[in-house]
């Protein structure tokens, strides 16, 4: 196995569990800094935040060095201000270095994305790809539960400090690893960011905005959606997430294949639709017991399987400028993230039961399908017929 790609998938285990843990650790945290829940909660705010104002400004400016280096500094600066917010002594600090622990996500995963991409051969690019968050995929399945255990029984500050050493274990593993490639000589911050002066980047950020919504209008309820409804008991939850973690893994393998068989644009037609049809069951279905732990396994997988997809689409349709479009791709998954959240409330705020939020991200997915199928008609085929 090709040792760069590892690296970057440190990378991305590193990333998912300083992400995700998170929502986990919430009450701990809470507890520990004597403030409210709700106010802890802006220090998921903060790092969504951190990612989509990062995602751009970060590629745009370090685009003329090559990529190993970039990554490096990714990477010292994910390891360096994980590491202060974990021994951060009061609130200002705290809420600082979570906001820049979140800088490097999106560039990350943008720079990564191209590397993959061109770690292999012509026609196995998408599941290079895939292989990156891979690790983001074994957070979800191992790191997160683990870190939140952690977190619950001894401190969350453990928790973020060794979340911070795997940054620095990603740093050796890309010093060391990584082979070194030319920067993209075309690649001008003004060439970068006049990607964003394209309708067809805003429309890919609507497909992805508003598709992975689909995926957090049920996510974001998850713990709630199997209490209450399914009438799972709580220490169940994680067992739930676990399932979820694995589908999610099985689920970025599937997409990276089927992107690699089918194009990337009708894998994400596909695998939006099919998101949107697995949710419609899990709606229907939330309230028998039985059934909460197959519809775990089964919807994490299929509304992972986009990830990959999505990625080769911004990488294709945003020649000499793939890197800050495959970070500017992160930046809307983290919009996706927060809208979904939101939309996802509305019904539970009205008095519905926590199956409801399921109902908007069918909404949201089946937007999503229709979008990527706008771009697959207007963007895709277009340049085929030309």
Not at 23 to 48: E, F, H, Q, V
Not at 101 to 122: E, N, Y
Not at 241 to 256: K, P, Q, T
Request: aromatic share 12%; glycine share 10%; hydrophobic share 55%.
């Amino acid at each position: 196995m090709n040792k760069a790609l590892i690296a970057l998938a440190l990378g991305g285990l590193a990333i998912g569990m300083t992400e995700f843990t998170m929502m986990g650790i919430l009450p701990d945290i809470a507890k520990d800094l004597r403030i409210d829940i709700p106010t802890a909660s802006n220090l998921i705010a903060l790092y969504a935040l951190g990612v989509v104002v990062g995602a751009p400004t970060l590629v745009a400016f370090t685009s003329q060095y090559s990529p190993q280096r970039v990554l490096l500094f990714l990477m010292l600066l994910f390891f360096v201000f994980n590491g202060i917010f974990a021994i951060a002594p009061n609130k200002i600090l705290l809420l600082t270095s979570r906001f820049i622990a979140g800088l490097p996500h999106g560039a990350f995963f943008g720079v990564g994305s191209v590397v993959a991409a061109r770690l292999v051969k012509p026609g196995k690019e998408a599941q290079a790809i895939s292989m990156m968050f891979t690790g983001m995929t074994i957070a979800n399945l191992a790191g997160v539960p683990l870190g939140t255990y952690v977190g619950h029984h001894y401190s969350w500050r453990i928790t973020y400090g060794v979340i911070s050493l795997l940054g620095l274990v990603t740093f050796l593993a890309i010093y060391f690893w990584m082979p070194k490639m030319e920067a993209n000589q075309d690649g001008n911050i003004r060439k970068q960011i006049g990607y964003f002066g394209r309708w067809d980047a805003w429309l890919m950020v609507a497909v992805i905005a508003i598709g992975t919504g689909g995926l957090f209008a049920w996510i974001s309820y998850i713990a709630p959606l199997v209490t209450f409804v399914s009438k799972l008991d709580a220490d169940r939850v994680p067992i739930i997430m676990v399932l979820i973690g694995l589908g999610m893994f099985f689920g970025n393998i599937v997409g990276g294949k089927l992107s690699d068989t089918i194009s990337p644009s009708k894998a994400a037609i596909l695998s939006f639709s099919a998101m949107s049809i697995c949710l419609v069951v899990v709606f229907f279905t939330a309230h028998i017991t039985a059934l909460a732990y197959p519809m775990a396994f089964i919807t994490g997988m299929i509304s992972f399987s986009i990830g990959s997809p999505l990625q080769m689409m911004l990488i294709n349709n945003a020649k000499g400028a793939e890197t800050f479009a495959a970070a500017g791709g992160q930046a809307s998954f983290n919009i996706g993230n927060t809208l979904g959240a939101y939309l996802g409330a509305i019904p539970i705020s009205l008095g519905y039961a926590y199956n409801y939020p399921s109902l908007i991200g069918v909404v949201m997915a089946a937007t999503g399908a229709v979008l990527a199928y706008t771009f697959w008609v207007k963007v895709v085929r277009a340049k085929m017929n030309v």
